[in-house]
T-cell receptor, first 116, second 114 residues
Framework: AQKITQTQPGMFVQEKEAVTLDCTYD???????LFWYKQPSSGEMIFLIY??????QNATEGRYSLNFQKARKSANLVISASQLGDSAMYFC?????????????FGQGTTLQVKP | DTGVSQNPRHKITKRGQNVTFRCDPI?????LYWYRQTLGQGPEFLTY????????KSRLLSDRFSAERPKGSFSTLEIQRTEQGDSAMYLC????????????FGPGTRLTVT
């Protein structure tokens, strides 16, 4: 069954340091996409980064990178040089491509707090 | 470039009343999605449209829920005979195409059923 697991309910990081948010997934579909979203206290979900199951290289977007380990079914988000504005809830999500579904399956999220 | 908009942003209603929410997607996006999010949880998929066709519905979408996208542009989500368990944030998202394209979310409508 398709599932996303985020085992860290809350994380703290010092400003300017790097932090890794964990995500593991389960799917039987050989073709899938993995997404990370940020949800600040204002509530809006902000797209951060995407990784396709057949992509050979790890995705990067500015300070965000995705550590994709396909054999271990993990897709951890790495935020480098943390800023105070990074404090938010972070969600990992997956979409199965072969089944032609439109839905994203989300994990339960990780709350990140950046300390000055 | 305007993002996804949702109205109203907040709705308080009494149990048993009907409510309707509206979502306006990004103009060139042909896919529109509805999700529900309760406190401390990730969003849960409800339904999605490609243009005006409703292509998929979650089992979460009971017969009290109905969604439409009549002209392939804006969408409405109606909840009939609201229950306290319907209290949640209702999120709308849109995307262009159907492969790896990311979904862009609106600010949500927070529903409180008293």
């Amino acid at each position: 069954a398709q599932k996303i697991t985020q085992t860290q309910p809350g994380m703290f990081v010092q400003e300017k340091e790097a932090v890794t948010l964990d995500c593991t997934y389960d799917t039987s579909d050989p073709s899938y996409g993995l997404f990370w979203y940020k949800q600040p206290s204002s509530g809006e979900m902000i797209f951060l980064i995407y990784q396709g199951s057949y992509d050979q290289q790890n995705a990067t977007e500015g300070r965000y990178s995705l550590n994709f380990q396909k054999a271990r079914k993990s897709a951890n988000l790495v935020i480098s040089a943390s800023q105070l504005g990074d404090s938010a809830m972070y969600f990992c999500a997956m979409r199965e491509v072969s089944s032609n579904t439109g839905k994203l399956i989300f994990g339960q999220g990780t709350t990140l707090q950046v300390k000055p | 470039d305007t993002g996804v908009s949702q109205n109203p942003r907040h709705k308080i209603t009494k149990r048993g009343q009907n409510v309707t929410f509206r979502c306006d997607p990004i103009s060139e996006h042909n896919r529109l999605y509805w999700y529900r999010q309760t406190l401390g949880q990730g969003p849960e998929f409800l339904t999605y449209f490609q243009n005006e066709a409703q292509l998929e519905k979650s089992r979460l979408l009971s017969d009290r829920f109905s969604a439409e996208r009549p002209k392939g542009s804006f969408s409405t989500l109606e909840i009939q005979r609201t229950e306290q368990g319907d209290s949640a944030m209702y999120l709308c998202a849109s995307s262009f195409g159907d492969t790896h394209y990311e979904q862009y979310f609106g600010p949500g409508t927070r529903l409180t059923v008293t």
